[in-house]
């Protein structure tokens, strides 16, 4: 379908055979990005993994994300960190028990704490000050703005607001994230340190170590942890909270997930990560999650690099294309009960959301398919089996389970409009 908005063509790919033709048969065709004055500001031009032009520095970033920052041996070394920051937060919920409790915001403080371990190694002496400037980030790099809409006329950049806003972000984080490094290359050259190399530790090793085919500088390290950290966090949050109200809303799903995750681990007594391959319904809860409620209901922009022909549709060079996931999550064509939060969808059903069902696309697919997808996973799984074996979870009592509010406010990932607020009482065991 072709949509013009402002002086920009697009072309809106809504199905999942029109979405295998941009994504895989002619992935190389549709692996840049269009123009973004959010990116180009907040990704010190351009230079991150998500919006770096493909070629041959954007080849690099992706083997060291997928070799050196994310690969599966380092996301199980992040194990004790995860678990730490899962128990600092059920510890939480403990002294709320039977009051009412802020899940959505004790989600979003366990991932940002997660990531900022991971990625600094410790809890950012100003994270109180960091978390705020990338949860501004994230809201204003969603969606459309009326400068990149409307190119052509470059005074709209200066009154809409638009580059001021982005320009004092951007500085803020530079602030911070030069801090950060400064205190990295500090503690290398004079303490060394028996510890699991943080993100930073990584890509600092890599740009002293002169072998790669482009140099990095600091502005691509600080582009690349500034990645990690909005999506990492944001994303991962938002499946949670997401996952959460949708149970809280369905009782009897919330109850199986339960009763599942309570037998797996009945004899330890606590959730591990040795077992949570055994938790298939939890597993098809968050399926039906990241189906139901995306965290970005449309894929990033692809640019066309040549003229292009999908399923009978002629696609010229330049043109901007978007990948509607939302649309085709919630098509019968490919779903039963589409608008209907039912985890057994997923039950003896390989379909899978790594890029290869082309029905199912919460992370994208080909070259540019979101490189944290395990990482994520890791935290959400953990976190959520964790919460729903040691506590039982209700609305307020002046709150209906018909009239729970699940509106939607939009951003980098699509939150929860209003928080969602339950009433934690700890499980006892019989």
Same mark, same amino acid.
Do not use: W
């Given at each position: 379908m072709g949509l013009q908005l402002g002086q920009i063509p697009f072309v809106v790919i809504s199905s999942a055979e029109s #979405?295998? =033709? &941009?994504?895989?048969? +002619?992935?190389?065709?549709? #692996?840049?990005?269009?123009?973004?004055l959010a990116a180009q500001i907040l990704t010190y031009d351009f230079t991150d993994i998500i919006f770096s032009p493909y070629g041959a520095y954007w080849r690099q970033l992706r083997k060291i994300c997928a070799l050196e920052l994310l690969n599966p041996n380092r996301v199980q070394s992040f194990g004790s960190i995860r678990s730490e920051e899962i128990s600092n937060s059920m510890g939480g919920v403990s002294v709320s028990a039977g009051?009412?409790?802020?899940?959505?915001?004790?989600?979003?403080? *366990?991932? #940002?704490?997660?990531?900022?371990?991971?990625?600094?190694?410790?809890?950012?002496?100003?994270?109180?000050?960091?978390?705020?400037?990338?949860?501004?980030? #994230?809201?204003?790099?969603?969606?459309?703005?009326?400068?990149? *809409?409307f190119p052509s006329v470059k005074l709209l950049q200066v009154t809409s607001g638009m580059r001021s806003q982005l320009l004092r972000l951007r500085n803020e984080a530079d602030r911070m994230m030069?801090?950060? &490094?400064? !205190?990295?290359?500090?503690?290398?050259?004079?303490?060394?340190?028996?510890?699991? !190399?943080?993100l930073v530790d990584v890509l600092l090793k890599l740009q002293a170590g002169g072998g790669l085919e482009v140099p990095?500088?600091?502005?691509?390290?600080?582009?690349? &942890?500034?990645?990690?950290?909005?999506?990492?966090? !944001?994303?991962?949050a938002t499946i949670m909270d997401w996952a959460m109200s949708e149970m809280i809303k369905n009782p009897r799903i919330l109850q199986q997930a339960q009763i599942e995750v309570r037998r797996v681990f009945k004899l330890k007594g606590d959730v591990d990560v040795t =077992? *949570? +391959?055994? *938790?298939?319904?939890? =597993?098809?809860?968050?399926?039906?999650?990241?189906?139901?409620?995306?965290?970005?209901?449309?894929?990033?922009?692809?640019?066309?690099?040549?003229?292009c022909e999908i399923n009978g549709f002629q696609v010229k060079a330049k043109e901007k294309v978007i990948v509607n996931i939302w649309a085709i999550s919630r098509d019968p064509k490919y779903w039963n009960d589409p608008e209907e939060f039912r985890p057994e969808k997923f039950i003896n059903n390989p379909i899978d959301f790594k890029g290869s069902n082309f029905e199912f696309l919460t992370f994208g697919s080909g070259r540019r398919i979101c490189p944290g997808v395990a990482f994520s996973m890791a935290n959400i799984e953990l976190s959520l089996a964790k919460f729903l074996y040691h506590f039982d979870w209700e609305l307020p009592s002046d709150v209906k389970i018909e009239n729970l509010d699940m509106t939607e406010l939009y951003g980098f990932a699509v939150r929860k409009k209003h928080n969602l607020k339950v009433i934690p009482i700890p499980y006892t065991k019989h």
């Open positions: #979405a295998e =033709q &941009i994504l895989k048969t +002619h992935d190389v065709v549709f #692996a840049n990005r269009p123009f973004s009051q009412e409790f802020n899940f959505s915001q004790m989600v979003f403080s *366990l991932t #940002a704490g997660i990531v900022s371990r991971v990625a600094f190694g410790k809890k950012y002496r100003g994270h109180d000050e960091f978390v705020p400037v990338m949860e501004e980030m #994230a809201r204003i790099s969603g969606g459309f703005s009326l400068a990149d *809409l030069d801090g950060i &490094i400064s !205190d990295h290359r500090e503690r290398q050259r004079t303490e060394g340190s028996d510890e699991v !190399d943080d990095l500088s600091d502005d691509n390290i600080k582009a690349v &942890i500034l990645d990690v950290f909005i999506a990492g966090s !944001d994303t991962s =077992q *949570l +391959h055994e *938790l298939y319904y939890l =597993q098809s809860v968050i399926k039906e999650t990241l189906r139901l409620h995306p965290p970005g209901p449309l894929l990033i922009p692809r640019e066309c690099g040549e003229d």
